[in-house]
Nanobody, 123 residues
Framework: QVQLVESGGGLVQAGASLRLSCAASGRTFSSYAMGWFRQAPGKEREFVSVIKWSGSNTDYADSVKGRFTISRDNAKNTVYLQMNSLKPEDTAVYYC????????????????WGQGTQVTVSS
């Protein structure tokens, strides 16, 4: 029903910016909350950001607040994660996800996941 394709990851220096994209397919794209999660080696997948059914409703993990910005373009069926002032601790595989649950900080709340894109930040 919903397919997600991620892009935009790469290797950058600390302080640089990167913009991740997640293209979604499905007639009900605008009805889903879209979340970004990340997973570093040896760690559990953790919440990064979410944009809800309304574009005005967003939330961020404390670790990225003020540096990352999530947005969505429903006309293009795409969600973005603008990452500024990147730090080495941001290094992880980043996943986008789609779901309808209000428990948006939890992995189990999402029904669909992208393949993940690697973000590596060197010092």
């Amino acid at each position: 029903q919903v397919q997600l394709v991620e892009s935009g990851g790469g290797l950058v220096q600390a302080g640089a910016s990167l913009r991740l994209s997640c293209a979604a397919s499905g007639r009900t794209f605008s009805s889903y909350a879209m979340g970004w999660f990340r997973q570093a080696p040896g760690k559990e997948r953790e919440f990064v950001s979410v944009i809800k059914w309304s574009g005005s409703n967003t939330d961020y993990a404390d670790s990225v607040k003020g540096r990352f910005t999530i947005s969505r373009d429903n006309a293009k069926n795409t969600v973005y994660l603008q990452m500024n002032s990147l730090k080495p601790e941001d290094t992880a595989v980043y996943y986008c996800a789609a779901g309808r649950s209000s428990w948006y900080r939890r992995v189990y709340a999402y029904d669909y996941w992208g393949q993940g894109t690697q973000v590596t930040v060197s010092s």
